[in-house]
């Protein structure tokens, strides 16, 4: 059982590249969560969804865009990379309901030069 | 603006010791509360979450104290054990909002021998 995979783990673009990243979970759960941690900020919410087909801005999209085309999958792109947009990147889900708890991947360290 | 506020960049306790680490909050919709343990290159793990009808939820070494009125929560892990130097974080949410985690930008333990 995996859980929550980021693909991939690493990754250097040059500003005005683009590039996708993925998230796959396979509990089964209903809500997608995408974030971003840099120094002293924590983490911040980009998008999240709440089922299949279904997406939603968080506290920090501009820049970014999801797709939540299947159940178990949950893509988050940037169309042109800037070095602002340097940072951690981790996907999280949990299952629907109230008050329940995230499961986060590992994460992608995403460099923008 | 921060909503969720962490003071305390890092704490260096000794190994047996109780760690004791604090955590504000402003938004008065919060009504659900957790703390994430996180090691170097792994995302968030969850350890112990306190709804806001309680104020106080214990978990093995772990207790989480929130009170409400000074809109504030404590971690305390009893006795300290060098396993647990970790980036702390602490999040909260409020029921309809897709348990949209705000974190705080966390506290660094380092529990010494």
């Known amino acids: 059982n995996a859980g929550v995979t980021q693909t991939p783990k690493f990754r250097v673009l040059k500003t005005g590249q683009s590039m996708t990243l993925l998230c796959a979970q396979d509990m089964n759960h209903e809500y997608m969560y995408w974030y971003r941690q840099d120094p002293g900020m924590g983490l911040r919410l980009i998008h999240y969804?709440?089922?299949?087909?279904?997406?939603a801005k968080g506290e920090v999209p501009d820049g970014y865009n999801v797709s939540r085309l299947k159940k178990q999958n949950f893509l988050l792109g940037l169309e042109s990379a800037a070095p602002s947009q340097t940072s951690v990147y981790f996907c999280?889900?949990?299952?629907?309901?109230?008050?329940?708890?995230?499961?986060f991947g590992s994460g992608t360290q995403l460099s923008v030069l | 603006d921060q909503q969720v506020k962490q003071n305390s960049p890092s704490l260096s306790v000794q190994e047996g010791r109780i760690s004791i680490l604090n955590c504000d909050y402003t938004?008065?919709?919060?009504?659900?509360f957790l703390w994430y343990k996180k090691y170097p290159a792994e995302g968030p793990t969850f350890l112990i979450s306190?709804?806001?009808?309680?104020d106080k939820n214990e978990d093995g070494r772990f207790t989480v104290f929130l009170n409400k009125s000074a809109k504030h929560l404590s971690l305390h892990i009893v006795p300290s054990q060098p396993g647990d130097s970790a980036v702390y974080f602490c999040a909260a949410s409020h029921t309809g909002t897709a348990s949209k985690l705000t974190f705080g930008t966390g506290t660094r333990l380092q529990v010494t021998l």
């Open positions: 938004n008065s919709m919060f009504d659900y």
């Open positions: 306190i709804s806001s009808i309680k």
């Open positions: 969804s709440v089922g299949e087909g279904t997406t």
């Open positions: 999280a889900s949990r299952v629907g309901g109230t008050n329940e708890k995230l499961f």
